[in-house]
C-alpha cells in the first residue's frame, strides 16, 4: 500500500483529480466525476460511475499513457471557453469539448495518433425527465470518434442501469459493473443536479470485464 505522498506525481493541470489507494486492486485509482478527464502515464486506474453520462477511454497501445473522460452533454458552441480549458473546466461538460482536450493532452504528453484505440461506455436511461440525453451522448461519440478515424475497440453502452467503469490504460482491461439494484439516489440526483447547473458558469468552479 503506498501512502498519498508516495504517489507519482500526476500531469500538471490534474493534481485536483481525486486519488487513492485501491485496496482491492492493490492500485493508485484517480476518481473522476462529471465534467473531468484525466490522463496519466502512470500504472494506476482511472474509475468513473456513469448513469446517462458518457466516458470515452483512450491509450496509447505503445507508449503506455491513457486517459477517460465522463461528460453529460454531447455540444456546446461557446468558443470564447476556448482559452480556460483543462480537466475540470467548464467547457469540458460537454462531449466536442472533453473529447477533443483529452486527445489533445494525450497527444501533448507523448500518444501519438496511429496507436490511439478507444472504448466507450454509459449513455443509460436512467432519468425519465432527461428524455434522450443517453442515446444523443453515445451518437455524438461514436460518430466523433468515426469522423476523426480513430479506433473504437469496445463499447459497452445505452441499457436502463448504470455503470461502475475501472480503466487500467496500461494494459487497455476495463471493468464494469452494472448497477441493477440503486440502494439511494446518488447518481440520479448528482445528473440531474449538474444537468441544472451545467448552463450556468458562475456556480461552478484491452478487454472488458462485466462484475
Known amino acids: 500500500m503506498l501512502r498519498k505522498d508516495e504517489f507519482p506525481k500526476a500531469l500538471p493541470g490534474f493534481d485536483g483529480i481525486n486519488r487513492f ?30 448513469g446517462s453520462c458518457v466516458s470515452a477511454c483512450v491509450r496509447d497501445t505503445r507508449h ?51 496507436y490511439l484505440e478507444f472504448k466507450v461506455f454509459g449513455g443509460s436511461r436512467v432519468i425519465s425527465d432527461m428524455g434522450s440525453v443517453g442515446d444523443n451522448n453515445i451518437r455524438f461519440v461514436l460518430d466523433y470518434l468515426e469522423m476523426e478515424g480513430y479506433r473504437v475497440v469496445a463499447q459497452d453502452v445505452g441499457g436502463i442501469n448504470p455503470r461502475k467503469v475501472i480503466y487500467h490504460p496500461k494494459t487497455g482491461k476495463v471493468r464494469v459493473k452494472k448497477i441493477r439494484d440503486l440502494h439511494n439516489d ?26
Do not use: C
Open 186 to 211: 446518488t447518481i440520479i440526483r448528482r445528473e440531474t443536479e449538474f444537468m441544472k447547473r451545467i448552463d450556468q458558469p458562475e456556480q461552478v468552479a484491452g478487454e472488458i470485464e462485466l462484475f
Open 64 to 114: 503506455g499513457i491513457g486517459a477517460m473522460n465522463h461528460f453529460l452533454l454531447p455540444l456546446h458552441d461557446d468558443q470564447p471557453w476556448s482559452e480556460q480549458l483543462g480537466p475540470n473546466s467548464l467547457a469540458t461538460r460537454y462531449g466536442n469539448y472533453a473529447m477533443e482536450h483529452m486527445i489533445n493532452d494525450v497527444l501533448k504528453y507523448g500518444g501519438r495518433k496511429p
Open 21 to 50: 489507494w485501491d485496496r482491492r486492486h492493490r492500485m493508485i485509482s484517480a476518481k473522476i466525476l462529471p465534467g473531468e478527464y484525466y490522463v496519466t502515464p502512470h500504472n494506476e486506474l482511472i474509475s468513473t460511475v456513469l
